[in-house]
């Protein structure tokens, strides 16, 4: 910290109490000056040699025959005054960033300028400011954080604009030529006592981050803050990116994490004018800048703290953008107080109806599975993106009572088939749906089954619902269907069964499956794979894989599982019976595939986990 010293004389104040202070001298003081609740008893001379407005203010007190002068709003109380008086008797006084601006305001106030006397301190503590404190980047910061408490006398001497003004400079310098940032050099000093070598130190040394200045400004209050932002964003040198990062990082500062410390009376007020000024400090680029994370979190913490129509909108507007790099955790939004459901359901499906509007154009091509150019493979990852995170979003609510169908079909359907090329993700949520509402009627239940498809199921997902007594009859005949069907054409048509260990057994129960993750048996990597091996398969071995096809028409039936046979005969026997009722909606007990001994049921996963190959 740069420092300046004033004066050689020794220091003579002296106190006596709280409320008085005195020089101590052989001469008896002739001067009270009453600063706040603070009494100065002090000399005239010394004084009013330096000080303009003193001698102005003795001689009114002459007049009213008194030798006690009162200063009104001080700037910087006592303590700013004391520097002054000092100064002017000569004794010595040391100027720091922690009181150079209130001394820079009393001086002003006292008029201590060079027509008075030259090199008064006005002239001293400019010189000061201008060679040392606004060179220093800890300085500025410090000076500024200090001239909120001396307003507006700081602002009209321009103490805060200069300070501004040098913060924002020195972020926009090269940082490899950066050594002053003390929060970074605070984790260097830190990191290096892991470091062996002198090269691997000095190597450290001049690796400074874009983002070095970030954690630095985050001292700042917000209205100095936003003031600093502005500046930097000024002068164009700065990347969206590193904007984003130190917004990111200002919030996470400041802002409460808990929803209490957020919306308590005392403080929302504050947290709203915060959130605000952070959504519109955000860079102007949406297309960069913020984690979708870090602007979910906003749009969480503006509907929180109520603010405005404007900035919740701009947060929509930039986080359709991106939705697809979110996760789970970050949609779950409460719902505010008029609505019935935990999570605020309208807001996700908004969000994704943006994200699907604004991607639209890629999608011709992978729902004609045409081949995909080079610049839009990305955007097929992010479908496929997009379709696990709505999977696993649905699966989350579920759990609530309180969603209703509609909400639960309108939000499946918000995003395209070609983002589901695997229909594992979606079949979870139903399950979860089905057994948090048991009162659901036949109609709701093949609404919401009829959001599947069975033919685009994964082994584990085929042998799970094969058994799922809260699946719909129709649904389970199904799966056994297409199981027989796939097994007939070789299994060319299946889904690739991604990441299941071999060990896994067949027989594995419901809680397990809830509890698993959409990311725990596939990835989107995996499926694009997948997605194009099959793609080939189909167009280059056409002719082979009809060939193979109708060989194992005739010995399909034997490819069939004993625990699916046992299920088909029962369904013949039944409809020659009763008569043929196709569309029939229960899972009665008596054909549930779990009524079945468990050596049939393992020995029927076995077989038909060994016949799937890719995806279709």
């Not at 809680?511 to 099959?534: F, L």
Request: hydrophobic share 35%; with cysteine; aromatic share 8%.
């Amino acid at each position: 910290m740069k420092f300046m010293k004033l004066g050689s004389k020794p220091d003579a104040f002296q106190a006596d109490g709280n409320c008085i202070r005195y020089v101590a001298s052989e001469l008896a003081t002739d001067i009270v000056v009453n600063v706040g609740e603070v009494k100065f008893f002090l000399h005239k001379f010394p004084l009013l040699s330096k000080s303009n407005h003193l001698q102005k203010l003795v001689t009114k007190a002459n007049e009213e025959n008194t030798n006690e002068v009162d200063m009104i709003d001080f700037p910087g109380g006592p303590k700013a005054f004391e520097i002054c008086a000092k100064f002017c008797y000569g004794m010595t006084v040391t100027l720091n960033a922690h009181n150079v601006v209130a001394a820079r305001c009393a001086a002003e106030y006292l008029e201590m300028k060079e027509d008075v006397d030259r090199g008064n301190l006005i002239f001293k503590i400019e010189v000061f400011l201008t060679s040392s404190i606004f060179r220093s980047w800890k300085d500025s910061i410090i000076v500024l954080k200090t001239t909120k408490a001396l307003l507006p006398w700081s602002e009209d001497l321009k103490v805060v604009g200069r300070c501004i003004d040098s913060i924002a400079s020195k972020t926009s310098m090269d940082p490899s030529n950066v050594n002053w940032s003390y929060t970074y050099n605070r984790k260097l000093t830190v990191s290096d006592q892991i470091t062996e070598s002198k090269d691997r130190f000095q190597q450290k040394l001049h690796s400074v981050p874009k983002d070095w200045w970030v954690e630095d400004i985050c001292e700042l209050e917000i209205d100095l803050y936003k003031r600093v932002m502005f500046a930097i964003k000024a002068k164009g040198r700065m990347s969206g990116n590193v904007i984003g990062e130190a917004l990111d990082c200002y919030a996470v500062r400041w802002l409460p994490d808990s929803v209490t410390g957020l919306v308590s009376e005392e403080h929302i007020r504050q947290n709203k004018i915060l959130v605000e000024t952070i959504i519109w400090l955000l860079p102007s680029s949406r297309g960069v800048c913020c984690s979708c994370s870090f602007l979910l979190k906003l749009l969480k913490f503006a509907i929180l703290v109520g603010a405005g129509d404007g900035p919740r909108e701009e947060l929509m507007k930039r986080i359709a953008f991106h939705l697809d790099e979110a996760c789970v955790k970050d949609l779950l939004i409460p719902s505010t107080s008029d609505e019935t459901t935990i999570y605020d359901l309208e807001l996700v499906h908004s969000l994704v109806n943006r994200f699907v509007l604004h991607h639209a154009p890629s999608t011709d091509y992978v729902e004609k599975n045409e081949k995909v150019p080079d610049e839009l493979v990305l955007g097929r990852v992010a479908w496929l993106k997009i379709g696990n995170l709505i999977d696993a979003y649905l699966a989350e609510i579920a759990r609530d009572p309180n969603v209703t169908i509609s909400s639960f079909v309108g939000l499946s359907q918000a995003i395209p088939a070609s983002a589901r090329p695997i229909h594992d993700g979606l079949y979870r949520a139903i399950d979860i749906y089905l057994k948090e509402h048991p009162s659901l009627t036949k109609t709701d239940k093949k609404i919401i089954c009829g959001l599947m498809d069975v033919k685009k199921f994964t082994t584990d997902a085929c042998m799970h619902a094969a058994q799922n007594e809260r699946l719909p009859l129709r649904v389970v005949v199904q799966v056994l269907f297409f199981e027989q069907v796939r097994a007939a054409s070789g299994g060319l048509n299946a889904p690739q069964n991604i990441s299941c260990p071999s060990s896994r057994s067949t027989t594995a129960n419901t809680e397990d499956w809830e509890k698993t993750a959409p990311e725990d048996y596939k990835s989107i990597d995996k499926q694009m794979k997948s997605m194009k091996i099959a793609n080939e398969v189909c167009r280059k071995n056409g002719s082979k894989i009809n060939k193979k096809s109708s060989k194992n028409k005739s010995s399909g039936a034997l490819l069939l599982p004993s625990r699916s046979r046992r299920i088909f005969d029962k369904l013949f026997v039944g409809s020659k019976g009763h008569g043929e009722n196709k569309s029939s909606e229960t899972s009665g007990s008596s054909m549930s595939p779990t009524s079945l001994n468990p050596g049939e049921t393992k020995s029927s996963g076995s077989s038909s986990r060994n016949r799937r190959h890719s995806i279709s």
